[in-house]
């Protein structure tokens, strides 16, 4: 029970706005390069596949050669610059593609059983875990979905099927109580 007396939901649906976005492309193979890339993000970029990294910023694992740099909007620019100038000696490729993207919070105890109702992937903690990542379906719309803590899920989704993917979520947590903050 919440301190009202209502009960709490079993889940929470949020959009995390103030997000921007870069795409990071770059041979891992390249030692010099990837430690580059590590000493201006200040972080690690996750070098197994469908995994990520959590900091001042998330990346996330999209294959061998790319990943997807999530961090606050006002930070976009200087970093992008920053990875640029790091890495201009390598073949890489810095992009921002913060205006196509959405990012959306899912928690609560039944954030796992509203995602699986349209995913096909196995979440249950033991094969999907904090900390991995991967792009697949979530009802119609193509997503990037990260497992942080057991209960929380971040969405990153395109944002012309963020619309759409906000009310199959809200339908298919409606048995749960979900609960929608204020944008």
Same mark, same amino acid.
């Given at each position: 029970?919440?301190?009202? &007396? =209502?009960? !709490?939901?079993?889940?929470?649906?949020?959009?995390? #706005?103030?997000?921007?976005?870069?795409?990071?492309? =770059?041979?891992?193979?390249?030692?010099?390069?990837?430690?580059?890339?590590?000493?201006?993000?200040?972080?690690?970029? +996750?070098?197994?596949?469908?995994?990520?990294? $959590? @900091?001042? %910023?998330?990346?996330? *694992?999209?294959?061998?050669?790319? *990943?997807?740099?999530?961090?606050?909007?006002?930070?976009?620019?200087?970093?992008? @610059?920053?990875?640029?100038?790091? =890495?201009? &000696?390598?073949? #890489?490729?810095?992009?921002?593609? @913060?205006?196509? %993207?959405?990012? !959306?919070?899912?928690?609560?105890?039944?954030?796992?059983?509203? /995602?699986?109702?349209?995913?096909? /992937?196995? !979440? %249950?903690?033991?094969?999907? $875990?904090?900390?991995?990542?991967?792009?697949?379906? /979530? &009802?119609?719309?193509?997503?990037?979905?990260?497992? &942080?803590?057991? #209960?929380?899920?971040?969405?990153?989704?395109?944002?012309?099927? #963020?619309?759409?993917?906000?009310?199959? /979520?809200?339908?298919?947590?409606? +048995?749960?109580?979900?609960?929608?903050?204020?944008?």
């Amino acid at each position: 029970m919440s301190e009202t &007396g =209502l009960p !709490l939901p079993g889940v929470e649906i949020s959009v995390r #706005s103030g997000r921007g976005y870069l795409n990071l492309r =770059l041979d891992p193979r390249r030692g010099q390069a990837l430690e580059a890339a590590e000493r201006i993000l200040g972080q690690p970029v +996750p070098p197994a596949e469908n995994t990520f990294t $959590a @900091s001042e %910023h998330e990346i996330y *694992w999209l294959g061998p050669d790319e *990943w997807l740099i999530a961090t606050a909007a006002e930070r976009v620019l200087s970093l992008g @610059s920053e990875l640029a100038e790091g =890495l201009a &000696g390598f073949h #890489s490729a810095v992009n921002d593609v @913060s205006g196509g %993207h959405v990012e !959306l919070l899912v928690s609560g105890a039944d954030a796992r059983m509203v /995602l699986a109702k349209g995913c096909t /992937l196995d !979440l %249950h903690p033991r094969e999907f $875990a904090p900390g991995q990542c991967a792009q697949t379906g /979530l &009802g119609r719309a193509a997503v990037l979905l990260a497992a &942080g803590d057991p #209960s929380i899920y971040t969405i990153v989704v395109r944002r012309s099927f #963020s619309d759409y993917l906000r009310r199959w /979520l809200a339908n298919a947590a409606r +048995p749960y109580g979900a609960r929608f903050p204020a944008r």
